[in-house]
Structure formats: C-alpha cells, structure tokens
C-alpha cells in the first residue's frame, strides 16, 4: 500500500487548507483512512477518519466543527477540509489506511505533510 499526502503549507490563524491522500497498491473491500498529527515535542494523535465503503466519520474532538474529512472511492483519495485554523493545529500530518478499525490505529502510513498556522 502506497499512501500520497500533499496541500500542506503556511496559512494564518483563522485561513483554510485542504490536505488530499491518494492510495494506491493492495485494495481491500472494507477500510477506514484518516489522519493523525504530530506536534513538536508531542506524541501522534488521531484527527479525523472515514469508512471508504459508508458510515459517519470519527473527529478528534478539538477538530469538530472545523474539520471535515470526505472521500473519493473512484478516485481512492481521501481530503481533510480544515477550516478556523488555530497554531495549535500546527503539526506534521500523516495519512493513513486501517484495515480492521475505525481510523483509530492505522496499518499503513504515508509520508507526512507540513501544516504550520500563524498567529
């Protein structure tokens, strides 16, 4: 499995950004995908994470309201909207494929992808 993260960047409090990940490699016929984030001098933690095959998606709680993530089945991509960034949203995104859960341990992980918001 091969997981594509890209749309991070440098964004002010309050802006927007979209983060997109493409997979490709072994398919399976059920599975969530989602994200995680990691801060400086933090541990990684869940954000967000959606069955590609149906079903409600799961937030962290300090993303709800502001963060939507949505998928693409044809296209085997999933995009995390955030919106009313806060620096605290600041971290290194990484995406990531759960082949038995709900996006809360993933199985396959991509390559992470800078998200900084400034004050």
């Known amino acids: 499995v091969q997981l594509q993260a890209s749309g991070g960047g440098l964004v002010q409090a309050g802006g927007s950004l979209r983060l997109s990940c493409a997979k490709s490699?072994?398919?399976?016929?059920?599975?969530?995908m989602g994200w995680f984030r990691q801060a400086p001098g933090k541990e990684r933690e869940f954000v967000a994470a959606i069955s590609m095959s149906g079903g409600w998606p799961n937030y962290a709680d300090s993303v709800k309201g502001r963060f939507t993530i949505s998928r693409d089945n044809a296209k085997n991509t999933v995009y995390l909207q955030m919106n009313s960034l806060k620096p605290e949203d600041t971290a290194v995104y990484y995406c990531?494929?759960?082949?038995?859960?709900?996006?809360?341990?993933?199985?396959?992980w991509g390559k992470g992808t800078q998200v900084t918001v400034s004050s």
């Open positions: 490699g072994r398919t399976f016929s059920t599975y969530f």
């Open positions: 990531g494929v759960d082949m038995d859960g709900q996006g809360f341990g993933m199985d396959y």
